[in-house]
């Protein structure tokens, strides 16, 4: 089992920056692929970033790229996603997700946070 803990959502202005961050426990966070992935209201979840387990392979979908950037600390066992230049459109409830594929889809991931809102004001 996994357990995933996200932290750092909240409310921010357009063009603004935030780091979302995601602790992890209950199995060796270096085996694990992880990922973040957003759900709007009245949407479907979908994909924001993924990253391998040694950090040295990610991915990022077209409307984060250039903006948003994932990294992880397997240190301390911490994920981390750094949002630059928001827009109203990235309000969602950012999850933070982990699996043993690097994938875009969420089905290939195992365990999953709460989750934690992210509001940008226009």
């Known amino acids: 089992q996994v357990q995933l803990v996200e932290s750092g959502g909240g409310l921010v202005q357009t063009g603004a920056s935030l780091r979302l961050s995601c602790a992890a426990s209950g199995r060796t966070f270096s085996s694990l692929v992880m990922g973040w992935f957003r759900q709007a209201p009245g949407k479907e979840r979908e994909f924001v970033a993924s990253i391998s387990p040694s950090g040295g392979n990610t991915r990022s979908a077209d409307a984060v790229k250039g903006r948003f950037t994932i990294s992880r600390d397997n240190e301390k066992n911490t994920v981390f996603l750094q949002m630059n230049s928001v827009k109203p459109e990235d309000t969602a409830v950012y999850y933070c997700?982990?699996?043993?594929?690097?994938?875009?889809?969420?089905?290939?991931?195992?365990?999953w946070g709460q989750g934690t809102q992210v509001t940008v004001s226009s």
């Open positions: 997700a982990a699996g043993s594929i690097l994938s875009m889809r969420s089905i290939s991931y195992d365990y």
